[in-house]
């Protein structure tokens, strides 16, 4: 099964470390790994929530994740991404910043980096918004209860999560001054336009694909209302809806956008380590496919069904990963506090699942029959 699973990362990576060896000797070969290891530490939150969404999916579509999916995350974002971003901010041609990224290494970083504050912005707000919708959803199990309940409850007010998005980027718009940490100057302008785009991306990609789920499900109910003697078909993973069609399309649209956000952080930190463009899309194209393994591996196993807290570990690491990028807007904050924190996060919420499991074991065999229903922390 681990191998199974882990098999194409392990020869990427085996295949990437010897490509670096030979095209940069040694040096290249340790800045390709300490890339890799930066992605899935910065990363492994997006797994979990990957693994959330993926689930859903039909087997199809969830290869589709696999091939088209992992082509788009290391090319499209690990090594277009910056190279786009430097033609649309310094007004070049996309031959113009290739050769940049090539010949001028230090003007291509320089560009890249005060591109910060849209990108922080844009990928910020997105992620607060996964968060936020997240939080003030009722659900049934908690992790946090004191903090899930209350949220839950004012979290009945219609937009109350659109609301508390755009507040966040008005002040974060506001705090900008002229001292920014990424390329000077007053960038509030920007930072407000990138930030209502990240929010109209997540309400367009996001609402389009749960109307689809939604409708797929209501089509599974009346089927089955009118199926009286079949059992409902469901998956390994206990789920009964495999999407396909327009859902599972704009379901994994919606994936991309998600991976998409959680790189701006990896590509940006990269540039901490090196500022050569293909040593960075070979290193973090290659802790991607980790990711995207990972994913797998999380829906085939179970394990979110298993350990009930990790997507809500995951999702205090969105939320808390939304806020960082916020504010680095304006403040330098290390890669290392980024990915700590997510790590930190996820691997409470999987110990709280081990106590709950352990907990509902012993109850289960004191009264002869496992808990349908376990109550939240």
Known sequence: MLLKTFGWSFAITALGL???????????LAIVGILSVLEVSVSFDNAVINAGILRKMNAFWQKIFLTVGILIAVFAMRLVFPVAIVAITAKLGPIEAVNLAINDKAQYQELVTSAHPAIAAFGGIFLLMIFLDF????????????????????????????????????????????????????????????????????????GISGFFEAKLEDEDDDEEAGEVAAAPATKGNGSAVGLAGKAAFFMFLYLEVIDASFSFDGVIGAFAITNDIFMMALGLGIGAMYIRSLTVFLVRKGTLDDYVYLEHGAHYAIGALAVILLITIKYEISEVVTGLVGVVLIGLSFASSVIRNRREGKAGDASGDKPEVASGV
């Open 135 to 206: 939080i003030f959803e009722e659900r049934d199990y908690k992790w946090l209860s004191w903090i899930e309940k209350p949220m839950a409850k004012i979290g009945k007010l219609d937009t109350l999560s659109i609301i508390i998005a755009l507040v966040a980027l008005l002040v974060a718009a506001m705090t900008v001054a002229t001292d920014v940490a990424h390329g000077g100057g007053d960038k509030s302008a920007t930072v407000l336009l990138s930030g209502v785009a990240g929010l109209i991306t997540y309400l367009i990609v996001g």
């Open 18 to 28: 010897a490509l670096a060896g030979v095209l940069w000797g040694w040096q290249g």
